[in-house]
């Protein structure tokens, strides 16, 4: 068995409407080992959840479009399983934590039910084995059981995402997506549902592709990190060496633009401009409009990936020169 | 500088099936010209209704209001009208809070006409003035809010809300609905806006190290009261109340050598509807004993810090 549980190569998404293509994601190349939790960063539009719904295959076709690429789940093209097959995997080996507990859980069916469903379609078990399984799950994310047969309403947000969070563990899949699964909590919850989350991954040994836009979270619990910037990824490597030499301009600028708790500046320092138009996405590198050390070399062609360190790999000309 | 605002005692309840809900509880506060007060707590806590309250979109159940030295708590509609002008609020959200039916400059025009102080030629000045502040570019003016992304609505909220040279606005959490990079050029924007314009700053947030970032003094509310209030470093160095403890320790902070320990809360913010008198925070505080059931009074630990903790000095 290798040691890497999901490899995606040169993954390429477009939305097709109307009036123009989106192009979401192009040509993003990630590797999830086993046990791993790596972190997915990037501002809104970015292509980060498109990647992390291609993964589970759940995007609505049309308007997506896989345009190119492969998704490799234990050496296996899920691009090529029929759907059938899918199922099998989706919810089970492979789930997801939705952004939005409010909207991901359904309001008419009660919130025990919800997670015995899951874990009954997946495993031959009977119906109060389910049940029972489905109280664990509850317990083991901090809901008394008690509230089995309690509806979402019932519930408070950070609650909710835990019954969300019970309900992708509750099949121990050996992959999780957590789609910003603390953004719509306050700060507090946030720290419980982290806490748990990491507790959880060592309990289950589950890999976690954590999908966020605040850096403390990845600071928090990732083991690596991908910075995504216009359906591409910037830089990728290990969360440590990122944030100590952070390579790619676009990365630099979002950890200044940051308000630092300790910093006695008057002003911030953000990024210029605005991420480019997917529809309209331009030559050359994506991030150079923005770039303070953009130059000709930039507009002319896509820069191609440089290592600038052992699994340090950043998509900039000036990469590696020591003048980005 | 002389104050500006000024709240004492403010409470506003609501009424709900389930009883009296204690949104704003007790609070009071002064903020001086020019200066920023940031009011954070968690969802739910009352901040919001706060900062509507004080600006009288909301009238209160209790207390008093004064704008300069003024008592505004319960103006006549000729004296609320005029003072309209002097304070003003920017939203959270500015997908919601445009008319999605109006330009940009239809927007930032409308404050202008109700006003009635300029002619037309006048009004479209100020409107070009006014876009030419915030960073919209003119070529802007006649496009709609859902042609914009979220960074330059909000730019259009902060020029609607500046379009009367008000002296007070109320910013409700202006910031959160924006990504980090174009988080950071609003809020240099209000920085910028404030130094020019010597405008006083109520910053409504949860996001802890922005508040940090732009307020002079801190107030930290939960389920309606006021915990903790301090100058705002001496707040973060300085942390009394268990509830900012842990506030402030919840923070991720993205420094990957120091990963630190948070304090873990049990349990959730409680409702706020007939709360017992002792309080608020017990059921979740890890200092809790017999003596919180009482009323907490505010206490001044050190000079302009103060405390709602009966406790502070043993934890």
Known sequence: ?324 | MPTLVEAKNLKKYFKTGGGMLHAVDDISFRLDEGKTLGVVGESGCGKTTLGRTIIHLLDPTDGQVFFEGKDITKPTSKELLALREKMQIIFQDPYSSLNPRMSVSESITEPLILQGKLDKQGIRAEVRQLMDTVGIAARFENSYPHELDGGRRQRIGIARALALKPKFIVCDEPVSALDVSIQAQIINLMLDLQEERGLAYMFVTHDLSVVKYISNDILVMYLGQMVEKAPSDELFKNPLHPYTRALLSAIPVPDIHNRKKRIIMQGEITSPINPKPGCRFMARCQHASEECHAPQLQKEASANHFVACCKYQQI
């Open chain 1, 1 to 324: 068995m290798s040691d890497n549980l999901l490899e995606i190569r040169e993954l390429t998404v477009e939305y097709h409407t109307d009036e123009a293509v989106v192009h979401a994601v192009n040509g993003v190349n990630l590797t999830v080992k086993r046990g791993e939790t790596i972190g997915l960063v990037g501002e809104t539009g970015a292509g980060k959840t498109t990647i992390a719904r291609s993964i589970l295959r759940i995007l609505q076709t049309p308007p997506a479009k896989f345009c190119g690429g492969e998704i490799l789940y234990n050496g296996q093209n899920i691009m090529a399983l029929s759907e059938r097959e899918m199922r099998k995997i989706r919810g089970n080996k492979i789930a997801m934590i939705f952004q939005d507990p409010m909207t991901a859980l359904n309001p008419i069916e009660k919130v025990g039910f919800q997670i015995a469903e899951a874990i009954k379609l997946h495993n031959k078990i009977t119906k109060p084995e389910a049940e029972r399984r489905a109280c664990d799950m509850l317990e083991t994310v901090g809901i008394p059981m008690e509230r089995y047969n309690e509806y979402p309403h019932q519930f408070s947000g950070g609650m909710k995402q835990r019954v969300v969070i019970a309900m992708a563990l509750a099949c121990n899949p050996e992959l999780l997506l957590a789609d910003e699964p603390t953004t719509a909590l306050d700060v507090t919850i946030q720290a419980q549902v982290l806490e748990m989350m990491q507790s959880l991954r060592e309990k289950f040994g589950a890999s976690v592709v954590m999908i966020t836009h605040d850096l403390g979270v990845v600071a928090d619990s990732c083991d690596s990190v991908a910075v995504i910037y216009a359906g591409e990824i910037a830089e990728y490597g290990s969360a440590e060496h990122i944030f100590d030499y952070p390579a790619h301009p676009y990365t630099i600028g979002l950890f200044n633009s940051l308000p630092k708790l300790d910093s006695t500046e008057r002003r911030l320092k953000p990024i210029k401009g605005l991420m480019p138009d997917p529809m309209n996405l331009p030559r050359g590198c994506k991030f150079r409009d923005r770039c303070q050390n953009a130059g000709d070399k930039c507009a002319e062609r896509t820069p191609d990936v440089v290592e600038v360190s052992p699994g340090h790999l950043v998509k900039c000309v000036l990469a590696g020169r020591g003048d980005a």
